[in-house]
Nanobody, 120 residues
Framework: QVQLVESGGGLVQPGGSLRLSCAAS????????MAWYRQAPGKERELVAT???????NYADSVKGRFTISKDNARNTVSLQMSSLKPEDTAVYYC??????????????WGQGTQVTVSS
C-alpha cells in the first residue's frame, strides 16, 4: 500500500524557518513526481511546490524564493524547507505523490497533513 507520512509542522514566529518532511513507502520513489500542497481555512487547496523524478522543481509564486523542495531517493523522503515565513503561510500542508504518466487529480496519493502556524 502507498503511504505518505508528513512531519515537522508546528508553531513558528513570522520571519522564522521550518522544515517539513514526508516519508514515502509503497512506491518507486525515485521515478515519482512529489509535491507539497497546502490548505488554509476557507481556501482551496493550493499547490505549493513540485519536484519531478529527475529533480526539476516548480513553485507557486507566493513561495518562490522562500521555500525549497528537495528529495532524498536513498531515504524515500521529500522535504520542504520554509524560510521567511509569513502569517499567510499558515495552513495544513500535505505531501502528494504522482506516478510517471499519472494525471494529477486522478492518480495521486496523499499524506494526512501537518499543521503549520505562523504567528507571534
Amino acid at each position: 500500500q502507498v503511504q505518505l507520512v508528513e512531519s515537522g509542522g508546528g508553531l513558528v514566529q513570522p520571519g522564522g524557518s521550518l522544515r517539513l518532511s514526508c516519508a514515502a513507502s509503497g512506491i518507486i520513489f525515485r521515478i515519482y513526481s512529489m509535491a507539497w500542497y497546502r490548505q488554509a481555512p476557507g481556501k482551496e487547496r493550493e499547490l505549493v511546490a513540485t519536484i519531478s523524478g529527475t529533480g526539476s522543481t516548480n513553485y507557486a509564486d507566493s513561495v518562490k524564493g522562500r521555500f525549497t523542495i528537495s528529495k532524498d531517493n536513498a531515504r524515500n523522503t521529500v522535504s520542504l524547507q520554509m524560510s521567511s515565513l509569513k502569517p499567510e503561510d499558515t495552513a495544513v500542508y500535505y505531501c502528494n505523490a504522482n506516478p510517471p504518466g499519472g494525471r494529477r487529480g486522478r492518480d495521486d496519493s496523499w499524506g494526512q497533513g501537518t499543521q503549520v502556524t505562523v504567528s507571534s
